[in-house]
């Protein structure tokens, strides 16, 4: 999911519509869409979720390409989900040519393959309209009423996290170009790709860990630990704020009654 919200056609953009710009009432939102994946019972309810993220990315001024794009990389492990599941689960055959695919089996994997595609989705919206501030001022807000002490360390992860994530992702396409010039293949079968992703583990974690201590000498001479406080200032919440929530909330209630039957 991180590494599809992190598509350069997908990065955080001024525009969000009626999308809350306040970054706790962000968080309770997208959670509620998180929730309703796994809670709500009934494909079509969960349809009707998935259709609500795809309103989310018009609201988020995210281009049709980037839609076009997740769902490219996701609809291949969805329909793996489908495939697994009308074979593993026991039950009515679908068809009585094919005794070994079971109806409930196919019915099982579409429900878990739609989940996954809301969970997709949703958060591609999120990482498209939040940036890493917002994200460190969204988990402190969840953490302060336990431990304001615990609330700014947390946000002080969350907020080096969001910005390590595109550098790892960058070096990933950096070692990726520099192993295909040395004639490592990474096109072809999915035992072809395989094979070429070997040649990333090594350069991949040799250049995590030296990114990390780099990262970690960074925030020790900024002194981020101290001014991480500054950042999590709350501008006022305004009523579009509370209109995305209650729209959230409204969407996955009426998923919940409309298909419960």
Request: aromatic share 10%.
């Amino acid at each position: 999911m991180t590494q599809l919200a992190n598509d350069p056609s997908i990065q955080p953009r001024g525009r969000r519509g009626f999308i809350a710009r306040d970054p706790r009432c962000l968080m309770a939102g997208f959670a509620l869409v998180a929730a309703a994946a796994f809670a709500l019972p009934r494909t079509w309810g969960l349809v009707a979720v998935l259709l609500y993220t795809l309103v989310l990315h018009g609201a988020a001024g995210l281009p049709l390409a980037s839609v076009v794009r997740t769902a490219a990389r996701t609809l291949p492990f969805a329909a793996l989900i489908v495939v697994v599941n009308a074979l593993l689960v026991e039950g009515e055959p679908l068809v009585a040519a094919l005794p070994f695919i079971s109806r409930e089996g196919v019915t099982s994997g579409v429900h878990a393959s739609v989940r996954v595609l809301v969970l997709v989705f949703g958060a591609v919206v999120f990482f498209a309209v939040a940036p890493a501030e917002d994200i460190a001022k969204g988990v402190a807000a969840l953490v302060s009423p336990f431990s304001k002490r615990l609330s700014r360390r947390v946000a002080m992860y969350a907020f080096l996290s969001a910005g390590f994530v595109p550098l790892f992702l960058d070096e990933i396409r950096r070692i990726t170009i520099a192993q295909r010039f040395r004639g490592g293949g990474f096109e072809g079968g999915l035992v072809q790709r395989l094979r070429g992703a070997r040649l990333l583990v090594v350069p991949l974690v040799l250049s995590a860990v030296h990114r990390s201590a780099g990262l970690a000498a960074a925030v020790e001479i900024r002194r981020i630990r101290s001014t991480i406080a500054g950042i999590l200032v709350f501008e006022k919440t305004v009523w579009k704020d509370y209109l995305f929530v209650a729209g959230t909330a409204l969407v996955v209630a009426a998923a919940w009654f409309v298909f419960q039957r």
